[in-house]
Antibody, heavy 123, light 110 residues
Framework: EVQLVQSGAEVRKPGESLRISCKGSGYSFSSFHIAWVRQVPGKGLEWMGV????????RYSPSFQGQVTISADKSIKTSYLQWRSLKASDTAMYYC????????????????WGQGTLVTVSS | QSALTQPRSVSGSPGQSVTISCTGT?????????VSWYRQDPGKAPKFLIFDVHKRSSGVPDRFSGSKSGNTASLTISGLQAGDEADYYCCSYAGSYTLVFGGGTKLTVL
């Protein structure tokens, strides 16, 4: 059974750093892209970026480029989303999802999702 | 890129059909047959429903169907059931390893 299990909720102050994780199981973790998706409370889903754990090739949405870092460690089947300096506007639920297919011509189908990690940034 | 446009809410009575539209541009929905749909229940992660415009994910009943015309994709739910009440999101490939979501539609079963 394919599963993505994310780390637990976090509370931080503005300016602090944070790394949250997403561990895959039940499939070849290195062979499928992992996407990260933000959902601000009461709002819709936003595509942040995608990483291919096999070679750590990473692509970011222009809206999130430079704001976060996506990484992966294929040896422990885990992807990470990291902030160097959090802002209050980073308060949101963050989901990782497996991309069913992602290649030079397309990325599509977020077929399995993690349970989400709630990040709260407040002074 | 801007979010795809979905109606904020739709409603229907049990047994009826409802259609949720998803309007993009010639750079996303209109350019690729890679539209997918997701259902999100309150406090839960999204669930994968439809891919490649009209193909159902495993276990999704055939009451759910997808289509596309030009820059607009649609999700139709027929034989509406109380359990279909949720938020629905469309998503399209937009080139360069980028996906764009719709703003989400709240489905209410009357």
């Amino acid at each position: 059974e394919v599963q993505l299990v994310q780390s637990g909720a976090e509370v931080r102050k503005p300016g602090e750093s944070l790394r949250i994780s997403c561990k895959g199981s039940g499939y070849s973790f290195s062979s499928f892209h992992i996407a990260w998706v933000r959902q601000v409370p009461g709002k819709g889903l936003e595509w942040m970026g995608v990483i291919y754990p096999g070679d750590s090739d990473t692509r970011y949405s222009p809206s999130f480029q430079g704001q976060v870092t996506i990484s992966a460690d294929k040896s422990i089947k885990t992807s990470y989303l990291q902030w160097r300096s959090l802002k209050a506007s980073d308060t949101a639920m963050y989901y990782c999802a497996r991309v069913g297919y992602c290649g030079s011509s397309s990325c599509r189908d977020l077929d399995y999702w993690g349970q989400g990690t709630l990040v709260t940034v407040s002074s | 890129q801007s979010a795809l446009t979905q109606p904020r809410s739709v409603s229907g009575s049990p047994g009826q059909s409802v259609t949720i539209s998803c309007t993009g541009t010639s750079s996303d929905v209109g350019a690729y047959d890679y539209v997918s749909w997701y259902r999100q229940d309150p406090g839960k992660a999204p669930k994968f429903l439809i891919f490649d415009v009209h193909k159902r994910s495993s276990g999704v009943p055939d009451r759910f169907s997808g289509s596309k015309s030009g820059n607009t994709a649609s999700l139709t739910i027929s034989g509406l059931q109380a359990g279909d009440e949720a938020d629905y999101y469309c998503c399209s490939y937009a080139g360069s390893y980028t996906l764009v979501f719709g703003g989400g539609t709240k489905l209410t079963v009357l």
